[in-house]
């Protein structure tokens, strides 16, 4: 618990010099403005996901899981150009970062299963890890429940880079819940994503049962792309029908949402087959 205790403070550090120094001196975070439709804030949040990174990059060096840091930096840094680009209007295109994301998910991947070894292992594990940053990302919708799941899921699968990381999405909770101050943006949810992906791919390789702790983020990820898909409309392109909109329109408060989540996360880790 000293290494989660560590990196929780330097999220901590990293967060408030950085919202401090993008409100009071120069703005280099990006904002996410308010636009109607799925947008429900009423005023400029600055995407501040980025600043996660300093507190997982020690960890990622001291276990020497070089393939996993330069995957967790290209997924975290293409969403930091996505964000800074949806600013201005000029966000990446889909076909872009779904080819860096696959590049980042393929590198945590090999770290994992070798993909000389075993290739038909490596693609299964590619394609774990793919799925769980952009699942992650896609429930990045209602303040805390993105941070909070990570947190839940990175916490139970365990290792020093798995409480380092989990340890990093609590500290960010305070910022984004239950008023929201910062946005993890695609920058933070691709680089909780990936990571959450990377040790559920590890976990799961060893026992099936392991994909419980990351059961949430696959079921809403699942269901709202078949229903996009049945109702003909493009997988990539956001709405309102991930599972946090379920609860809201059934008349979940929203700054409930998120415990709600991550008690029912918390819940089926418990799971025992």
Not at 75 to 85: E, I, M, P, V
Not at 141 to 161: F, H, K, R, Y
Not at 162 to 170: D, I, N, S
Not at 172 to 199: I, K
Request: a positive charge.
């Amino acid at each position: 618990m000293i290494g989660a205790a560590w990196a929780a403070a330097v999220a901590t550090a990293a967060l408030w010099l950085g919202e401090r120094c993008n409100r009071r001196w120069f703005g280099w975070l990006p904002d996410d403005p308010p636009r109607p439709g799925r947008k429900q804030h009423q005023r400029p949040i600055p995407l501040g996901g980025v600043l996660l990174l300093p507190a997982v990059v020690p960890w990622l060096l001291a276990e020497r899981q070089w393939l996993l840091l330069a995957a967790a930096a290209l997924a975290s840094g293409l969403g930091f150009l996505d964000d800074r680009g949806k600013e201005s209007g000029r966000e990446l295109g889909w076909r872009t970062k779904a080819l860096g994301l696959l590049l980042a998910a393929g590198l945590a991947a090999a770290t994992v299963v070798s993909p000389r070894q075993d290739p038909s292992g490596w693609l299964l594990a590619t394609a774990l890890v793919f799925v769980l940053t952009n699942a992650t990302n896609f429930l990045d919708n209602t303040d805390g429940v993105a941070a909070g799941l990570a947190a839940t899921s990175l916490l139970g699968l365990g290792g020093p880079i798995g409480t380092a990381a989990g340890a990093a999405a609590l500290a960010f909770l305070p910022w984004n819940w239950p008023r929201a101050r910062l946005f993890l943006g695609d920058s933070g949810a691709y680089l909780l994503g990936l990571l959450t992906g990377a040790l559920a791919a590890a976990a799961i390789w060893q026992e099936l049962a392991a994909v419980r702790f990351v059961a949430i983020q696959l079921g809403d990820f699942v269901q709202v792309i078949l229903a996009r898909l049945w109702l003909r409309h493009p997988p990539w392109v956001g709405d309102r029908r991930h599972l946090t909109h379920v609860l809201q329109n059934a008349g979940l408060g929203r700054p409930w949402v998120a415990p709600v989540f991550v008690a029912l996360a918390l819940a089926i880790a418990q799971w025992r087959p």
